[in-house]
């Protein structure tokens, strides 16, 4: 979550954004399952024109140059330098003969994308970070052609995604409490209420707005001898590193940030099963169509 005096851009093309870069791997691997549901979902037909706003890394537009084939184009479009230097080397490390893919430094809310061009623009976790949300759905609206449609992930509530809360009632009572941030603010948790993300499609212009709840278990960590200790190691790294609970403990003392890790790990060992630490995860899959 950006700290109040930092913009999205200011935010995601600094530490946060550097961060996603270097861990690129372990973000795509623990939100396999999730990637794998709005695939399922988005359709993605040869030869389509799909936009991926918030690429981030770049997993989901490999994916959609995959589902698109040679005859296809995908633009992939995020805020972040440093997250889109990642996709450009992996664009660049793909075999010849695929998709066209397209990238550009843009804001969802005010890039001027070619109008009425794309089948599809999707995004994983891509959409609840926008200053203006409706500036931005207005705008992607107008980048869709007639009868295009949109296919999106975003999480749920905090309560219902555990692989957040977890860790997260765990080093609570070691830190200080976070100041609390608006509902609408952007972060993760912006559009766990449905009808506020409803609301803002149909004001944009959308219509056959739809959401379909999404629950995966998430592997974040796996031990390949199956010890739980060593799985829970690396489960306690990824949520105190990486996830969102990171922002809890990231700038405390050393031994508060031991503490922290000891309790999650052992928390995390005793949830082990065959040598894995799974969490469960809860998203909206959200669709709509121009
Ligand atoms: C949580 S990350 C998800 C990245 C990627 N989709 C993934 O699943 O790994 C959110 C992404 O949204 C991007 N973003 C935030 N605000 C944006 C905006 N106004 N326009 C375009 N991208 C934006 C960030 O730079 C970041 O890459």
Known sequence: ???????????????AGRRWARHQATFDAVFTPLTERLFGRADLQSGDIVLDIGCGAGATTLRA????????????????????????ERVAARPAGGAAIDLVEADAQTHAFAPGTFDRVISRFGIMFFDDSLAAFANLLGA????????VLCWRTLPENAW?????????SLVPEPAPTPPDAPGPFRFAAAERLADILAAAGFRDIAFAAVDEALMLGRSETGDARAAAEEAATFSLDLGPASRLVRDQAPEIRAQAFARVQHAFEARAQDGVVRLDAACWLVTATR
């Open 1 to 15: 979550m950006a700290a109040p005096d930092l913009t999205q851009a200011e935010y995601w093309n600094g530490e």
């Open 65 to 88: 140059a995959e589902a698109v084939g040679p005859t296809g184009r995908v633009t992939a479009a995020d805020v972040s330098a440093p997250l889109l230097a990642v996709t450009a």
């Open 144 to 151: 869709l052609r007639e009868g295009g449609r949109l296919a």
């Open 164 to 172: 957040i809360a977890h860790p997260l009632d765990l080093v609570q």
